[in-house]
């Protein structure tokens, strides 16, 4: 079973186009589900790789609304 990173610097493409690469073999990432912003946690695509299996969890930057 692949293991989990946590990516949090890295924010999601915004236009949908770019499938994100595994860090480990370079493989595309397949959507897998989406946690939501929960408390002082950010929200979180997870992704899995097609080829190793690894997870990926890829952060969403939220901007500061008052």
């Known amino acids: 079973m692949g293991h989990c990173s946590v990516a949090e610097d890295e924010a999601p493409s915004k236009g949908g186009d ?31 790789c097609l080829g190793c299996g690894v997870f990926e969890w890829i952060a969403e930057q939220v901007g500061d609304q008052a």
């Open 18 to 48: 770019a499938t994100p690469a595994c860090r480990e073999c370079g493989q595309p990432l397949e959507f897998q589900t989406f946690l939501p912003h929960f408390d002082d946690r950010p929200a979180y695509r997870i992704f899995r």
